[in-house]
């Protein structure tokens, strides 16, 4: 099956710090490349897989379930641990949800988490009839493009499949208990108004969480895929600040501080 325009994965081989960047629900690496493809030009090495049933057609996604997404991204975070000393993972909307069972499941492996919007559950009335709704209905209205800078378009599906619905509902249930179990540095950045993840969601977040190292930034100029709206060159700014920061306080095991982040990534970090 033909990608969408933008929907391919990205990959940037850099130095010893890794980023493992997360696409949304229904949407597809474009929705993010651009952090992605920042953080590649700081000297990270950079994995920004394209999440199974994604990048095609709805129908696609329809056949695929939270295991699925779940499997890919927690494939690209061992390879990157094998290549790099240190792991973070970024995630926008239900890409922030993957993120967080990353780091939940994975504790000292991830070393932070950047995260856009992340979703943490469906407030809709619907969202309680999906069990069985999912079974009559086949897809709904696309949740895409959520954007207030004008002439912007995510690449994604314009319909839902209720079974990828459900899956997601499902998913972020799980993800609520898993919570407490996160105690890795933690930035979180959520937009003043989202018509598709509203800002409770990451309230409710930071209140489960177990990390001490938080770090709140409201995105003012943004809707819900602010990564390719007025505040992306923000997002992208401070993810790679706080990515340095977290990093530079590290250590290997030899006693030495560890950055990993390359000659480009020490030079735009303030590094020799």
């Known amino acids: 099956m033909p990608l969408l325009p933008g929907a391919q994965p990205f990959r940037h081989d850099g130095g010893e710090i890794g980023v493992l960047v997360c696409h949304g629900f229904t949407g597809s690496p474009q929705s993010v ?53 240190r792991v973070f993972v970024c995630g926008l909307s239900m890409g922030g949800a993957l993120a967080l069972r990353l780091a939940a499941r994975h504790g000292a492996r991830v070393s932070g988490l950047a995260l856009v ?56 249930r799980e993800v609520d ?41 409201v995105l003012e100029r943004s809707y819900h895929v602010a990564t390719l709206d007025h505040d992306a060159e923000l997002i992208f700014a401070e993810t790679h600040a706080f990515i340095s920061r977290v990093a530079e306080g590290m250590t290997d095991k030899d006693g030495g501080t560890d950055t990993g982040l390359g000659k480009e990534g020490a030079a735009a970090s303030g590094g020799a």
Request: aromatic share 4%; charged share 25%; with cysteine.
């Open 177 to 217: 208990a898993e919570l407490p179990r996160v105690t890795q540095p933690l930035l979180l950045m959520h937009s003043a108004v989202d018509h598709v993840v509203p800002p409770v969601d990451s309230a409710r977040i930071l209140s489960r969480v177990s990390s001490r190292d938080v770090t709140e930034l």
């Open 117 to 172: 919007n992340p979703a943490h559950g469906m407030h809709e009335r619907a969202a309680a009839a999906l069990p069985v709704l999912r079974h009559l209905v086949p897809s709904a209205k696309g949740i895409v493009s959520d954007i207030a800078k004008p002439g912007v378009r995510e690449t994604g599906y314009d319909r839902v499949p209720l079974h990828g619905a459900y899956q997601l509902r499902r998913l972020l």
């Open 33 to 85: 490349r651009p952090w992605a493809e920042h953080l590649a030009r700081q000297g990270l090495t950079v994995s920004l897989p394209l999440l199974p049933g994604h990048g095609t057609r709805w129908q696609d996604l329809a056949v695929t379930s939270r295991e699925d997404w779940y499997a890919e991204v927690d494939r690209e975070l061992r390879a990157l641990a094998e290549r790099c000393r």
